[in-house]
């Protein structure tokens, strides 16, 4: 019998490949099915940037995990945050989902950093205006919503990817990109993942400029027993 699996995978590196990352990833499955992916970077770098970030990932995580749509979920997230610190410091966040229950692809950005999206044969951009949370009391996050398909990825940066290179006149080769992605199989989500970290890593001269995350989710059919497993590697 043929059923979905969703292939979920993020890597992620500090500024100056030492000390803790500014940047929180979560992952947290939906009540009615599917899953979502959250990545919030926080303003600066080091463990006050990673208090911040932790606290938007960890909150935005439990409001979905209670059932809450995820427009209402970044704009709970921003309230909260905004009164937290007063409006003093901010917080980039972008959750990725797929919402079984509606068989659709949810997307909801408050930052300046591209979604990258394949569906079908087709590679597009989701970017444009999109507020960090933390500064201003009516920030809404840009809210996009995608019908589900088998082969459908969804991929996002933090900016430190973004901006991998740029202090010596380079930058990751995002048409390249795009097309290892039009052509990947989403079982090897992870190591594609894991090689734009890599490229992004390099072009820094080996110690990234700022927080680096790369996360990504694929929708695929499958047919194998409903086995779940999750690796991890992570360094203390």
Same mark, same amino acid.
């Given at each position: 019998m043929i059923g979905t699996r969703i292939e979920?995978?993020?890597?992620?590196?500090?500024?100056?490949?030492?000390?803790?990352?500014?940047?929180?990833?979560?992952?947290v499955e939906r009540?009615?099915?599917?899953?979502?992916? /959250? !990545? *919030?970077?926080?303003?600066?770098s080091?463990?006050? $940037?990673?208090?911040i970030s932790r606290m938007v990932a960890m909150k935005a995580i439990g409001l979905v995990a209670d059932g809450s749509r995820d427009g209402?979920?970044?704009?709970?997230?921003?309230?909260?945050?905004?009164t937290a610190r007063e409006g003093r410091v901010t917080s980039t966040l972008t959750i990725l989902s797929v919402d079984l229950s509606t068989?659709?692809?949810?997307?909801?950005?408050?930052?300046?950093?591209?979604?990258?999206?394949?569906?079908?044969?087709?590679?597009?951009?989701?970017?444009g205006h999109a507020e960090a949370i933390g500064t201003y009391r009516r920030t809404r996050p840009a809210m996009t919503e995608l019908p589900l398909?088998?082969?459908? /990825? !969804? *991929?996002?940066?933090?900016?430190?990817?973004?901006? $991998?290179g740029r202090r010596v006149g380079k930058s990751l080769p995002w048409e390249t990109l795009d097309e290892e992605l039009?052509?990947?199989?989403?079982?090897?989500?992870g190591v594609w993942?894991?090689?734009?970290?890599?490229?992004?890593?390099?072009?820094?001269?080996?110690?990234?400029?700022?927080?680096?995350?790369?996360?990504?989710?694929?929708?695929?059919?499958?047919d194998r027993p409903p086995l779940r497993w999750l690796r991890a590697s992570i360094p203390t």
């Open positions: 979920v995978a993020w890597a992620k590196m500090p500024k100056g490949a030492l000390g803790e990352s500014g940047d929180s990833i979560e992952l009540p009615l099915g599917g899953v979502s992916l /959250v !990545l *919030a970077d926080g303003q600066g080091g463990p006050a $940037a990673r208090r209402a979920v970044a704009r709970a997230v921003q309230d909260m945050l905004y068989r659709t692809a949810v997307i909801a950005r408050n930052s300046s950093c591209p979604v990258v999206v394949r569906q079908e044969a087709a590679i597009f951009r989701l970017e398909t088998s082969g459908t /990825v !969804l *991929a996002t940066f933090s900016d430190g990817i973004i901006h $991998a039009r052509g990947l199989d989403a079982v090897h989500l993942v894991q090689s734009v970290l890599d490229r992004a890593v390099t072009l820094d001269g080996g110690r990234p400029q700022d927080d680096m995350s790369v996360m990504a989710l694929a929708v695929m059919e499958d």
